[in-house]
């Protein structure tokens, strides 16, 4: 181990996992992660990758300034152990883009500064699952993540089409998506790929083209997603957008399943999925379990459903045998899935007589009656709505209504404001039945 004094930017280390090579060798909170194998870190692709390897030189900054290098054999593919004050170990990229249907640009005014920021960073597609454009990134970024072996990356397509994907995302840039797709799949980088559906834009023979394409790219390209734009009542000065009926909704669905028996003749998989919402849309029942094919696009709303009744059904199968006193109990959820946790409200009640169970739908007063996903319920809203309930036990609301790292709604009311307002145990469920039947049972 030697030591020197060396000045280094500031990869601050936050956490130390335990049992790892950083809690074995003595690093703490706090220290700095300068360099390894001499070389200083730009982010945390360029970690991963440096990391990999049976043999790895590591400078650390301790608190005094010191710098402490670590000779380490490790495991070819094993991590230090650490996490980081920034989980980038950089600043996230934003985007550039004017997207037809970004929700961002269809958020009200005066909103906490974070809800309006539009990342578009190829990392957080790796880190976690986030889509990306493609569209703000340099040759050098696209060979970057070749060389790094960065998959699977997840990517927002909409459109294979050069000119109607510029005049989508509003960008000069974004018609090189196809090339840039070529590149990945001679590379045998594993993509996901997700097309937001627009009425008279993107669909019919725009829809045709943009699967065509992305077929051709098959294995590499694995699975695609399609969506429905989603409109707020905050729409002024965009392009306007119709939104999908029943009617539409249905025409899409004929389509989608006379695509996937074609992919799954010619392909061995069914290759393109629907979100839950053109089911519901349409009137019609959820695909079967095997038709979801391992859930391969959870999430972007694919499946979502159809794995949550899964996962309750087989939880109360253990339960079977359990009894639990009376409860009186309030799932709040978003208009869209109103039937379908009803259907789920009434299994639990059948295999535990002494609960009672309320489904009730959330109105999105707050973004507009068009909006009807759980993920955008506002605070505001949960407590106009569910304070009229008297003799509740518990309310349970799904964890898809809070910001993804803390209990706060989008309108930046928290969860403790939602028990105060509403004098009630308020309990946040993750979306899984496991989770949904302990909170229920208790």
């Not at 996901?192 to 993107?202: A, H, R």
Request: proline content about 3%; overall charge negative.
């Amino acid at each position: 181990m030697e030591l020197k004094n060396i000045n280094e930017d500031k990869n601050i280390i936050e956490e130390i996992y335990k049992d790892s090579i950083a809690e074995e060798i003595g690093l703490e909170i706090g220290d700095v992660l300068v360099s390894i194998n001499g070389k200083p870190i730009k982010d945390i692709l360029e970690y991963k990758y440096l990391i990999s390897d049976n043999q790895v030189l590591v400078a650390i900054e301790k608190k005094d300034g010191e710098i402490w290098e670590f000779e380490i054999e490790k495991e070819f593919d094993e991590d230090l152990g650490i996490a980081f004050a920034n989980s980038l170990i950089d600043k996230a990229k934003s985007c550039s883009n004017k997207c037809i249907f970004c929700y961002v640009d269809q958020l009200p005014e005066n909103m906490r500064e974070t809800l309006y920021f539009k990342d578009d960073d190829s990392r957080l597609s790796f880190l976690q699952g986030n889509f990306i454009t493609l569209t703000n990134m340099s040759d050098d970024e696209i060979n970057r993540i070749i060389e790094y072996r960065l998959s699977p990356i997840n990517i927002s397509v909409h459109t294979t089409n050069p000119d109607l994907r510029i005049e989508m995302l509003r960008n000069k840039n974004a018609g090189k998506l196809y090339s840039i797709l070529k590149r990945f799949h001679k590379a045998g980088l594993a993509v996901n790929c997700q097309i937001v559906l627009v009425p008279g834009i993107n669909d019919g023979e725009e829809l045709e083209r943009t699967l065509e394409d992305l077929r051709r790219l098959h294995p590499t390209v694995k699975s695609v997603a399609v969506v429905p734009i989603g409109i707020t009542k905050y729409r002024e000065n965009l392009k306007k957008v119709d939104i999908f009926d029943k009617d539409l909704s249905n025409k899409v669905l004929d389509y989608i399943e006379a695509k996937q028996n074609e992919y799954l003749e010619s392909l061995g998989t069914r290759f393109v999925f629907l979100s839950d919402e053109f089911y519901v849309l349409a009137g019609r029942g959820l695909p079967s379990t095997e038709k979801y094919e391992r859930f391969p696009q959870l999430e972007n709303g694919v499946g979502l459903m159809k794995s949550l009744e899964d996962e309750v059904d087989f939880e109360l199968n253990k339960y079977s045998e359990l009894e639990i006193g009376e409860k009186s109990v309030i799932i709040a959820t978003g208009t869209l899935a109103e039937n379908f946790m009803r259907g789920l409200a009434d299994k639990i009640m059948l295999e535990f007589k002494n609960v009672s169970i309320r489904v009730v739908p959330i109105i999105n007063n707050f973004l507009g009656h068009t909006i009807t996903v759980s993920g955008l319920v506002s605070g505001g809203d949960l407590i106009l709505q569910l304070s009229k309930y008297e003799d509740v036990d518990e309310i349970i609301i799904p964890r898809s209504m809070m910001k993804g790292d803390e209990e706060v709604f989008l309108d930046d009311l928290s969860i403790s404001d939602l028990r105060n307002q509403l004098n009630v145990p308020v309990t946040i469920s993750e979306v899984e039945g496991k989770d949904l039947i302990h909170k229920i049972i208790n």
